[in-house]
């Protein structure tokens, strides 16, 4: 199972959530220092950004390697992702952080049979809302939930906290206090 932006707050609870389900999870980051922190979370394989799509490689079809991926970067990767999905696959699309727009061919769907499934959160029906937060709950809890928590943060801390966000540098999820001290 291949999980992009897999520091980010989706793609680390992506990594912790399929690694505890029993699947061999390969993690793309572009954060050289987060490596060890990843296979700590349960990343078996950690790769770089580069080495999902190498520049200048736009093959339709590549090898075969991944039965599933979780994406939330979307963009310009997308298709060499679509691309190396095993037959019969699927890539879960929740998010944008690589770009809106991506420029892909029919042949991963018309010749493996591969899916594109969008995720939405916001207007997901309240009966499946339930029915997640349950596994999330029970099956799917990440045993190790406090390495996903990178900081605890007051509301005066939020401008920085954007900044981390915007310039890449951030890493799992920030816990903000709306009551207490500050
Ligand atoms: N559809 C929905 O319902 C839904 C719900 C929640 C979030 N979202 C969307 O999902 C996306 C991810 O959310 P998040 O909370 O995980 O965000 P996040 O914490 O900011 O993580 C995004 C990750 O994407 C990677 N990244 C950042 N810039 C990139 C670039 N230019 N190219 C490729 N990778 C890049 C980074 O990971 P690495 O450094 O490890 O590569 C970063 O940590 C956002 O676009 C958000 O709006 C959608």
């Known amino acids: 199972m291949l999980v992009t932006g897999a520091t980010g707050g989706v793609g680390s609870a992506a990594v912790a959530i399929a ?14 220092a987060a490596h060890a922190w990843l296979r700590q979370l349960g990343a078996g394989t950690v790769l770089a950004r580069d080495e999902l799509s190498p520049a200048g490689d736009s093959k ?24 190396s999905l095993r037959y019969g696959g699927a890539v879960a699309l929740s998010g944008l ?25 916001v207007y997901c029906p309240q009966p499946l809302r339930r029915e997640l937060w349950q596994l999330l709950a029970a099956d799917w809890k990440p045993q190790r939930s406090e390495l996903l928590l990178d900081r605890e943060l007051g ?21 903000l206090r709306l009551s207490g001290d500050d």
Do not use: C, H, N
């Open 19 to 32: 690694s505890a389900q029993g699947y061999a999870v390969a993690a793309v980051t572009g954060k050289a």
């Open 60 to 83: 339709p079809l590549r090898k075969q390697l991944w039965a599933g991926a979780i994406d939330p970067v979307g963009g310009a990767a997308l298709p060499a992702l679509l691309g």
């Open 97 to 121: 952080t690589g770009g809106a727009e991506f420029a892909a061919t029919v042949f991963p769907f018309i010749l493996r049979g591969v899916s594109l499934l969008g995720i939405d959160s």
């Open 155 to 175: 509301l005066d801390e939020l401008p920085q906290a954007f900044r981390s966000l915007l310039q890449g540098e951030a890493r799992g999820r920030m816990l």
